[in-house]
Nanobody, 126 residues
Framework: QVQLVESGGGLVQAGGSLRLSCAASGRPVGTYSMGWFRQAPGKERDFVAA????????YYTDSVRGRFTISRDNTKNTVSLQMNDLKPEDTAVYYCAADSRLILSSLRSWLSWDHWGQGTQVTVSS
């Protein structure tokens, strides 16, 4: 069983940057698919980015591609989300997720992921 703890959220002006980090304990992140989702008030939890457990291919939702970068550090057992050129519509609670049995076609559905962190708030002011 893996435990996930996010950090790095905060308040930033539009155009600014933040780096979210997800620290995993209990199991190596290299054995899991790792992802980031976000949830704005009154909305569903949406896919942001993910790394499939095999290989280094990164997957992004269209609205963040080119602005956000997901990366994995196996030595530190962490997964990070570098967010650049932030927009007010990026405001949400961001959640780290992990799953050891995910299939690629289910990557973008939050219902497919087994393990979640507590979330970290990102607020982008205009």
């Amino acid at each position: 069983q893996v435990q996930l703890v996010e950090s790095g959220g905060g308040l930033v002006q539009a155009g600014g940057s933040l780096r979210l980090s997800c620290a995993a304990s209990g199991r190596p992140v290299g054995t899991y698919s790792m992802g980031w989702f976000r949830q704005a008030p009154g909305k569903e939890r949406d896919f942001v980015a993910a790394l499939f457990r095999s290989g280094n291919n990164a997957y992004y939702t269209d609205s963040v591609r080119g602005r956000f970068t997901i990366s994995r550090d196996n030595t530190k057992n962490t997964v990070s989300l570098q967010m650049n050129d932030l927009k007010p519509e990026d405001t949400a609670v961001y959640y780290c997720a992990a799953d050891s049995r995910l299939i690629l076609s289910s990557l973008r559905s939050w219902l497919s992921w087994d393990h979640w962190g507590q979330g970290t708030q990102v607020t982008v002011s205009s």
